[in-house]
């Protein structure tokens, strides 16, 4: 399955580069999410990224860097397992990316982004497991994810605009399925 998300990745970047190129800068990205939607209670929190996304209106690889703070809400002690996860990703996605049926030539419409996505995700931070408190240790590493991601925004200017979405996945090396909800500012760096 990892080389299946490396392969998608490298089609994705050898495809656009021989296409109509799109740009742009996800500046910032704010969410609400959980690592675990089985146990969404335990390991949820916000994060916030900073992200490059290129494309075409059907493709989309996507380099972004943040940081994750969670929580485990049930543990009775949420200060103490606060935990917080610098990160970056890379990602790819096929499906329609920022577009509509008229490939966004005119404004006041709706804009959709619906992805199948692949992606890398490495977490940074890293945490000693607290027997005391029944805290497991965090550690860093990288993950692999397949998932989905669907956006949607009204395009009123071409050059910034404000995309809502929800995506989701399953972790390959940690076994779980995520799920994230927010908004994202972002500007077209190709007119």
């Known amino acids: 399955m990892k080389k299946n998300c490396l392969t998608l990745l490298f089609l994705a970047s050898t495809f656009i580069t021989q296409a109509q190129v799109r740009s742009f800068i996800d500046a910032p990205s704010f969410y609400v999410f959980t690592n675990d939607v089985g146990n969404a209670i335990n390991d949820a929190g916000a994060a916030i990224d900073f992200g ?7 493709l989309m690889l996507k380099a972004s860097l943040g940081l994750m703070a969670s929580t485990d809400f049930e543990s009775g002690h949420i200060s103490e397992s606060i935990f917080f996860n610098p990160f970056g990703r890379l990602e790819a996605g096929v499906g ?7 490939k966004c030539g005119k ?6 982004t619906l992805l199948a996505k692949a992606g890398i995700f490495y977490g940074i931070g890293s945490k ?3 027997t005391e408190l029944l805290l ?8 692999y994810y397949i998932g989905a991601e669907l956006a949607v925004f009204r395009l009123l200017d071409y050059r910034r605009n404000t995309e809502f979405f ?3 996945g399953y972790s390959l090396d940690s076994k779980s399925i995520h799920s994230r909800f927010g908004f994202r500012v972002f500007f077209n760096t190709r007119e």
Do not use: C, F
């Open 128 to 130: 000693e497991e607290n």
């Open 107 to 112: 404004r006041e419409q709706t804009v959709l």
């Open 52 to 58: 490059y996304g290129i494309g075409t209106h059907n």
């Open 136 to 143: 497991p240790a965090k550690s860093s590493g990288l993950d």
């Open 96 to 102: 329609m990316w920022r577009t509509n049926n008229s």
């Open 166 to 168: 929800l995506d989701g």
